[in-house]
């Protein structure tokens, strides 16, 4: 993606297709300008104050009315860019739009790349990379849960604690090089004691941020979970229950389902995506064969693996082996279904329940969710991590950190812990966008949509 600072750009920054309106972002140094020299109202945008809206009409170059609009005028540096930009709304016809960035590219305007909007943010410093980032999130929010996990690092709050820890980290690096500067005076800054303690406590915020990977990553994204069990165990009435919908076919004739089901339901706020599997079990038949394998790696894909059988039966333990060897065992809840059959039986399981009587369903639910989201709890307020790019970056801050106290520990020379500290203290400006290069910018905006 190659990139023009000082180009005015411009895209559509609301779905295409027929609604009431559509709006047109145009930003850039004398965008506001440019604007103005097709609009037609009342109001000369030029000298209208920041933050304002008029009305009037986009006109084309043989003077032709193209369509009534509102534009809204916002200065530099009072803007989502930090540069002049105007938001032009039109009515939402794709004919209305298509002419009138054409006639924004006709005096010169360029269409944006995609993101180039919220980079131009970051690069004019209305936001840190962090922030940046949390765009897309909110954008493409499904549940309350990701919505509240992305506002809140849109509002800096992991970008606060980052900044938190890369100043400490700045703090120790400075009394460590300082005493190299005055190694022949053998001078002391900062006891080694103290040192190795200040950096202890940083590698566990660090620690402690990694530790909210899991959850974050969840609350963003999602919860697999894979349905799996013997044919006509329950495993499509289960579904069905969950979604408060009859979606898969309910038989009494085994390995009626024969593909993988796929479904999504928010459950307390957490998105579940649900995948209700063919019954695994060996079969001659090739269309059976093959939902078995789809099944196979269904589970493979899965943050959870809901283990289903009729209470008569209890759990099989041949399938259960099985599944450890697809996935990790604490990934895999237990249930024994048709509880109303066999009250009293002794077959054990993390959970007992009845489909047709709705028996233990929501018992169910509270530890699909507690398994998914793990033991940990965090508010509102928390600074949690959901980003992979996020979290190998502290990754390689604490391993050099630790590095660090090795060396203090080992009396090497002030030399190699300075190294490692500022390594720590990159890789924790790399996810805020103090230390960056053009290929992370690239990989970033590159997957925004056009017009944010």
Do not use: W
């Amino acid at each position: 993606m190659q990139i023009f600072n000082n180009d005015i750009i411009t895209a559509l920054a609301t779905p295409i297709g027929e609604g009431a309106i559509s709006v047109i972002r145009v930003s850039g140094n004398g965008a506001i300008e440019k604007v103005n020299s097709i609009f037609l109202g009342k109001s000369n945008l030029v000298e209208a104050k920041s933050q304002t809206i008029h009305y009037g009409y986009i006109i084309s170059a043989n003077e032709e009315t193209i369509d009534d609009v509102l534009v809204s005028v916002f200065k530099n540096p009072n803007s989502y860019t930090g540069e002049d930009s105007v938001e032009i709304s039109s009515h939402a016809s794709t004919i209305v739009v298509k002419r009138i960035i054409e006639e924004l590219v006709n005096i010169g305007v360029r269409l944006a790349e995609p993101g180039e909007f919220t980079r131009r943010a970051f690069l004019n410093g209305k936001m840190d990379l962090a922030q940046a980032e949390a765009v897309a999130d909110v954008i493409s929010s499904r549940t309350e849960a990701s919505l509240r996990g992305a506002r809140n690092q849109l509002d800096g709050i992991l970008s606060a604690k980052i900044d938190s820890l890369r100043s400490e980290l700045i703090n120790a690096t400075s009394l460590v090089e300082l005493e190299l500067d005055f190694a022949e005076e053998d001078l002391e800054f900062v006891a080694k004691d103290k040192l190795i303690e200040d950096v202890g406590l940083i590698i566990e915020e660090i620690a402690k941020l990694l530790s909210t990977y899991s959850f974050g990553r969840v609350v963003r994204d999602g919860v697999n979970v894979a349905i799996v069990g013997k044919p006509n165990v329950g495993k499509s009435s289960l579904l069905n229950y969950i979604l408060k919908e009859s979606r898969a076919i309910v038989s009494e004739i085994p390995g009626t389902t024969r593909d993988i089901i796929r479904e999504e339901v928010s459950i307390d706020g957490i998105l579940f995506k649900l995948f209700d599997t063919a019954g695994i079990r060996l079969t001659e038949d090739i269309v059976e064969r093959e939902g078995v394998e789809r099944s196979r790696k269904a589970v493979k894909n899965s943050d959870v693996v809901i283990l289903i059988d009729e209470i008569v039966n209890g759990i099989p333990k041949e399938l259960y082996n099985e599944l450890i060897n697809i996935t990790s065992e604490d990934r895999i809840l237990t249930v024994l279904n048709k509880l109303d059959l066999k009250p009293e039986s002794e077959n054990n399981s993390d959970v007992r329940i009845s489909v047709k009587e709705n028996i233990g369903l929501d018992e169910l639910l509270k530890l699909l969710k507690e398994k998914s989201l793990g033991s940990n709890s965090f508010t509102e307020k928390s600074a949690v991590i959901n980003n992979v790019r996020h979290y190998n970056a502290l990754s390689k801050a604490k391993l050099d950190l630790e590095e660090a106290i090795n060396s203090l520990v080992s009396n090497l020379s002030g030399e190699f812990v300075s190294v490692n500290l500022r390594a720590a203290e990159n890789s924790l400006g790399e996810i805020i966008g103090v230390v960056t290069t053009d290929d992370i910018l690239n990989n970033i905006f590159g997957k925004f949509c056009i017009g944010k």
